[in-house]
């Protein structure tokens, strides 16, 4: 089959125009795909790119427990791959041992047998106003809350969160502070057009209103923003002692206090990470590390979708440690987590939709060699 052809089947399937034949050519994507991608142009690769993991991402949220593996390739063949095991409705965890080695590929259908079970987090938040009165915003109606200075305060249809400046001047600053709950996330336009993403267990303080020479926000927790350029006005965001400094760009901050680090990962523009004395100029695909001594170490070579996964509703781990899965797992589900035995330091690489129940995720990563048990607000993890 020549290129274009392929080329032409890819896009038919993404049309959803392919035949049952046509669909079952997708297992040889691995090999065929190996010759076409130096042979389209950039913008035909990235058009279809973004096709495919838009598909992909609507294909995951809409199933209970979709899994499939992630191998160390561009992103257009782990795509394909993706699209693969999506065809044939099946999942899949990989283990990795320490030395990367694949020793074992489960599939798994669509089952339920662990005893317990818990559904995935949602959309939950509380909005603190300046006078300290709070809304629940899961229970809100859509339409107008409120105002804050001059500025109308709107949960949109979408569930998501607006602040709309009215034309007058503020006559003060007032700020206001939005936490999700662990099983929580939300989505929010501050004032300026900057859209924050807040995962579980996060917390954004941030003025109704921006003024002045800048615009500051705190953040704990985790949050993705893609900034309002202003050249005018600097975004900045504060995170304990260090500052994200930035005019407009987009990126992902990870500040939860039990990870061993505070990561900054820039997808686009550029961004100036301060933490007293150390500065680092991240580009885009960097990420910064704040570590416990105050030291910012520069990571060139991040996986973005792993990072921005979450916010994309999926959990990808790519060579992830039982321990980090599992601290993800935590937030999202709202449980707390504990360990018989020695902690194994085997790696696991795979993705499944945060839109899964707890029973489905725990049963894939079963098969894959991990024990499990649910214990109220607890899950047991077993070697």
């Known amino acids: 089959m020549s290129n274009q052809k392929v080329l032409a089947l890819l896009?038919?399937?993404?049309?959803?125009?392919?035949?049952?034949?046509?669909?079952?050519?997708?297992?040889?994507?691995?090999?065929?795909?190996?010759?076409?991608?130096?042979?389209?142009?950039?913008?035909?690769?990235?058009?279809l790119k973004e096709k495919l993991y838009q598909q992909i991402v609507a294909e995951l949220n809409k199933k209970?427990?979709?899994?499939?593996?992630?191998?160390?390739?561009?992103?257009?063949?782990?795509?394909?791959?993706?699209?693969?095991?999506?065809?044939?409705?099946?999942?899949?965890?990989?283990?990795?041992n320490n030395k990367n080695k694949h020793t074992e590929v489960a599939k798994v259908e669509k089952t339920n047998s662990l005893n317990?079970?818990?559904?995935?987090?949602?959309?939950k938040a509380i909005l603190t106003l300046?006078?300290?009165?709070?809304?629940?915003?899961?229970?809100?109606?859509?339409?107008?809350?409120?105002?804050?200075?001059?500025?109308?305060?709107?949960?949109?249809?979408?569930?998501?969160?607006?602040?709309?400046?009215?034309?007058?001047?503020?006559?003060?600053?007032?700020?206001?502070?939005?936490?999700t709950p662990r099983g929580g996330q939300y989505q929010l336009t501050l004032a300026d057009g900057t859209k924050v993403w807040l995962?579980?267990?996060?917390?954004?303080?941030?003025?109704?209103?921006?003024?002045?020479?800048?615009?500051k926000v705190e953040l704990t927790g985790e949050g993705?923003?893609?900034?309002?350029?202003?050249?005018?006005?600097?975004?900045?965001v504060s995170v304990n002692n260090m500052t994200v400094e930035v005019l407009g760009t987009h990126f992902n901050i990870n500040s939860y206090s039990d990870e061993a680090s505070i990561k900054t990962t820039l997808l686009e523009g550029a961004v100036k990470v301060t933490n007293g004395d150390a500065v680092q100029m991240l580009s885009p695909s960097n990420q910064a590390q704040l570590t416990a001594d105050g030291e910012i170490r520069l990571n060139r070579n991040v996986d973005i979708e792993d990072v921005v996964a979450w916010k994309n509703g999926i959990f990808n781990f790519s060579g992830t440690a039982i321990e980090n899965i599992m601290r993800q797992i935590s937030r999202w589900y709202d449980l707390d987590v504990s360990y018989e035995g020695a902690i194994s330091k085997e790696t696991f690489s795979g993705v499944v939709s945060r839109n899964s129940n707890l029973s489905q995720v725990l049963k894939i990563?079963?098969?894959?060699?991990?024990?499990f048990k649910i214990e109220g607000k607890k899950i047991i993890v077993m070697y």
């Open 116 to 123: 317990s079970d818990v559904v995935p987090g949602g959309n």
């Open 199 to 215: 995962n579980a267990a996060s917390t954004l303080r941030f003025p109704a209103t921006f003024s002045g020479n800048e615009r």
């Open 11 to 47: 896009q038919k399937y993404l049309d959803g125009k392919a035949t049952f034949e046509e669909k079952a050519l997708i297992d040889k994507w691995y090999s065929l795909l190996e010759n076409i991608e130096d042979d389209i142009t950039v913008g035909d690769q990235t058009t």
């Open 365 to 371: 990563m079963e098969q894959a060699g991990v024990k």
């Open 130 to 179: 300046a006078d300290g009165s709070t809304i629940i915003l899961d229970n809100a109606a859509n339409g107008n809350l409120t105002e804050q200075g001059n500025t109308k305060v709107i949960k949109l249809d979408d569930g998501q969160l607006a602040y709309n400046t009215l034309n007058e001047k503020p006559t003060e600053i007032v700020y206001n502070t939005i936490s």
């Open 64 to 96: 209970e427990a979709i899994v499939v593996p992630f191998y160390k390739r561009s992103f257009f063949r782990v795509a394909a791959s993706v699209a693969i095991l999506l065809l044939v409705s099946i999942g899949a965890f990989l283990i990795y």
């Open 224 to 236: 993705y923003f893609e900034v309002a350029k202003n050249a005018a006005m600097p975004f900045k």
